[in-house]
Structures are given as structure tokens and as C-alpha cells.
């Protein structure tokens, strides 16, 4: 069965702290790894997509990796506007659609 | 552009009544979702289309039904409201690549908070 967990479910941060978020999957034919920043009481917002292992791709303060299992995105000198939840999501299957994982909410305090 | 808008954002419904939920895309999308959102948990599809007149359940579709006569349109319909169906909902759209394929950034619209009692 397709799935992806995420951890950790929470995470509590000094601004300035770096740190990763994880995400693990099991997918048949991956087809594509996501990352999305959902702020409260909206829609998610995309971040990234990853292709294969190895892949490594940039916005601001976040860069988010890929290997055959996980991928982790990796938060450098987080400010409290970081503050979200970050969903990560697979497409893969017979399909195809978006997978997702629960999420880890981030909370930046200055 | 507007982007998708959802109506409306929240609503309280009675157990066994019906609504429909709204959804629009100005981006000429051809692809459109349906996602359901409980607390703590992933977002689930319950519903998408390929295109005008083209429907497809996802992983979630009983106790819904969906169509899609316009470009634009994706309404989402409940009948026989169950508590069960308490949940934040979601509509998506994206566009498809040049082999007909989705494209994989699915923008979203901001919710309807829903709430059966």
C-alpha cells in the first residue's frame, strides 16, 4: 500500500535554529515528491517537486533532498514567518494521484 | 487572476441535508480536485476531473458526487449530510503538460470549513 509519514508531527524552533523535516515514503513507481507550506485556515501552497534520488532543489531558506526512501527538507536560519505546516505528498500507483502525509507543523519563535 | 475560489467558507449543516460546495478556476485549468481535510490527518481525494464532462472517483468518493460541464466549474455535492463528512475541504487545479499528462503543481483554493451536526 502506497504511504508517507511524516516527522515529526511538531516542531518548536529558536529563530536562527536550523533543522530538517523528514518524510518517508512507500510508493509503487514513484512518479514525483512534493512539498507544500499550508498556513492556517488556507490551501496549501507548493513548494517543490523531486524527481530521483539525489535531487536537490532551493527556495530561500529551504532546500529539500531526495533519496530512494525519504526526502528531508532542510530549514537554514528559520524566521517565524517559516512558521506552517509543511505537507509532503508522492505521486505514484496505478493512478497516480497525490499521496499525502500528515504533515509536521513548524513554529519559529523569535 | 483570481486563482480558485471556493464557496462558501464555512457552513453548518443538520444531519441528512444536502449542499453543494462551489469551486472556480480563472487559470483555464484542465485539471480539477477534490480534497478533504480532517485534523491530523493528510489530505484525502475524493473526487477529479481531466476535463469538461470528465469525472473520476478518487480515494474517498462515497456519500459525494461531483460534475463538470464548464472549463471553470468543479462543484462538489453532498447528499444525506453525515457527521462523518465534518472536514475542511479543498478544491485543486493544474494544468496539463504538452502529452496530455497533469502537470505536478496543483494550486489550491483557500477551503470550506464544514461541520454536520
Known amino acids: 500500500e502506497d504511504q508517507v509519514t511524516q516527522s515529526p508531527e511538531a516542531l518548536r524552533l529558536q529563530e536562527g535554529e536550523s533543522s530538517s523535516l523528514n518524510c518517508s515514503y512507500t510508493v509503487s513507481g514513484l512518479r514525483g515528491l512534493f512539498w507544500y507550506r499550508q498556513d492556517p485556515g488556507k490551501g496549501p501552497e507548493f513548494l517543490f517537486t523531486l524527481y530521483s534520488a539525489g535531487e536537490e532543489k532551493e527556495k530561500e531558506r529551504l532546500k529539500a533532498t531526495l533519496t530512494k526512501k525519504e526526502s528531508f527538507l532542510h530549514i537554514t536560519a528559520p524566521k517565524p514567518e517559516d512558521s506552517a505546516t509543511y505537507l509532503c505528498?508522492?505521486?505514484?500507483?496505478?493512478?497516480?494521484?497525490?499521496?499525502f502525509g500528515k504533515g509536521t507543523k513548524l513554529s519559529v519563535k523569535p | 487572476n483570481a486563482g480558485v475560489t471556493q464557496t462558501p467558507k464555512f457552513r453548518i449543516l443538520k444531519i441528512g441535508q444536502s449542499m453543494t460546495l462551489q469551486c472556480t478556476q480563472d487559470?483555464?485549468?484542465?485539471?480539477m480536485y477534490w480534497y478533504r481535510q480532517d485534523p491530523g490527518m493528510g489530505l484525502k481525494l475524493i473526487y477529479y476531473s481531466v476535463g469538461a464532462g470528465i469525472t473520476d472517483k478518487g480515494e474517498v468518493p462515497n456519500g459525494y458526487n461531483v460534475s463538470r460541464s464548464t472549463t471553470e466549474d468543479f462543484p462538489l455535492r453532498l447528499e444525506l449530510a453525515a457527521p462523518s463528512q465534518t472536514s475542511v475541504y479543498f478544491c485543486?487545479?493544474?494544468?496539463?503538460?504538452?502529452?496530455?499528462?497533469?502537470?505536478?503543481?496543483?494550486?489550491f483554493g483557500p477551503g470550506t470549513r464544514l461541520t454536520v451536526l
Open positions: 485543486a487545479s493544474s494544468y496539463p503538460t504538452d502529452r496530455g499528462v497533469p502537470t505536478d503543481t496543483q494550486y
Open positions: 505528498a508522492v505521486r505514484g500507483g496505478s493512478q497516480g494521484n497525490l499521496i
Open positions: 487559470m483555464n485549468h484542465n485539471y
